[in-house]
């Protein structure tokens, strides 16, 4: 998918980040007044009589900004996104959890959701603004997985939030919209170098790269290792005394396989990794997946070669190499492309910090409406009940 689109949804998550960075009053005097009149406030909406969550019809336009308007099914989309991803991580009770002063979860992440609802909204008149359209071929390919979505909806989750086609659509727009805004706006923003060379050399999976080149980035091996262990049943270090009887029941060991004895089988016989000890040690891996010393040998021998002991906290380890598995010609390009995205993710990393500036610059040529019934009737503790 195109560039702009995979920007879209970061775009909607940099507004967390600029929720609730006004900046504070220091008169201490004047802050007091701001909380007293913000206590009123607040009394004032918990004798407001407010409806039940999902009462509304789901075409009430919760958001205007300018000509762009925004219905509670569009915002339902935002909301059931959120609530499943939060869901997924904390479990369906997190909502209710006090975080701040008194406030909710829940609470806290509507007030989020009310400025990312806000920002997609001003984008999209800001688009409007600048002339900014997609093409049919950019629609096609921004609406490409709608039916396959709403085929994996129960259709009492469809029913409550008003899920259809054009709602989706609108939605997938809406996010391709703001960012081909965010492209426009930053297409000649000069990013600095030594930023982005600081920010993309520091990345754990860069840093891979460089280290083995894009030639060898996808290389596996395939190798048996025998592994003494220095960790006790609770799985925390033995005494030294033991370490020590381990470290020489591993020299032993090594002796038997450097003299030529069955590899697989002295795995059987004596390995302490119930993972491999029924295939004779044998693993197959590339770069990443197993403990830096362990790698680090495994790729350094020949094919048939023996190392010597090999020191991890798991234990002392013996390694065989049995087979060297080189990269495609088709991953070494995936390396290639793999080091352009990742140099790629940090150079948008600092255009959305300078966008953000620019943000809220532009907000200011825009008057946001909310109707607050229509966002109250927003809810993300609610849950749909199961068929």
């Keep these: 998918m195109k560039k702009w689109m995979s920007l879209a949804l970061v775009l909607v998550l940099a507004v ?30 918990q004798d407001a009589k407010t409806p039940e969550p999902g009462k509304l019809p789901n075409d009430k336009v919760v958001l205007t900004v300018g000509d762009y308007q925004m219905t509670k099914a569009e915002a339902n989309v935002y909301v059931y996104t959120t609530k499943m991803n939060v869901e997924r991580l904390g479990g369906a009770t997190i909502w209710v959890n006090e975080v701040q002063e008194g406030k909710t979860f829940e609470a806290l992440q509507l007030e989020r959701l009310k400025d990312t609802l806000a920002y997609v909204a001003i984008l999209n008149e800001e688009a409007k603004k600048r002339n900014i359209t997609l093409t049919e ?48 706006e930053m297409k000649d923003y000069p990013v600095d170098q030594a930023k982005l060379k600081e920010k993309y050399e520091a990345d754990s999976t860069y840093q891979k790269l460089e280290a083995s080149g894009d030639e060898h980035y996808y290389d596996r091996v395939r190798a048996r290792h025998i592994l003494i262990s220095t960790l006790d049943s609770d799985r925390k ?24 004895e069955d590899f697989a089988e002295l795995a059987k016989t004596y390995t302490d990794d119930p993972g491999s000890k029924e295939n004779g040690g044998e693993y197959t891996f ?33 390694i065989k190499l049995e087979e060297e598995m080189a ?61």
């Design 16 to 45: 967390s980040i600029l929720a609730g960075c006004g900046k504070k009053e220091e008169n201490g005097a004047k802050e007091e007044s701001k909380q007293e009149n913000q206590a009123e406030k607040d009394k004032d909406k």
């Design 237 to 260: 270090p033995l005494p030294e005394e033991q370490k020590a009887e381990a470290k020489k029941k591993a020299e032993e060991i090594l002796a038997k396989a450097k003299a030529g």
């Design 327 to 387: 990269s495609t010609p088709e991953q070494v390009e995936q390396a290639k492309e793999l080091r352009k995205q990742i140099i790629s993710q940090y150079e948008d990393e600092l255009k959305m910090e300078e966008f953000q500036k620019k943000y809220e610059e532009m907000k200011k040529n825009y008057n946001v409406e909310f109707d607050e019934e229509a966002f109250a009737d927003l809810s993300l503790s609610y849950t749909v009940p199961a068929e």
């Design 137 to 184: 071929e950019e629609k096609t390919e921004a609406f490409a997985d709608i039916d396959a979505i709403l085929e994996s909806l129960p259709q009492k989750i469809k029913d409550y939030y008003g899920f259809n086609r054009e709602i989706f659509e609108r939605f997938l727009q809406s996010q391709a919209l703001g960012g081909k805004v965010f492209q426009d």
């Design 286 to 318: 590339g770069r990443g997946e197993m403990v830096k010393e362990f790698e680090d040998t495994a790729f350094a021998l020949k094919p048939g070669e023996i190392s010597g002991l090999v020191e991890t906290t798991f234990g002392y380890h013996i």
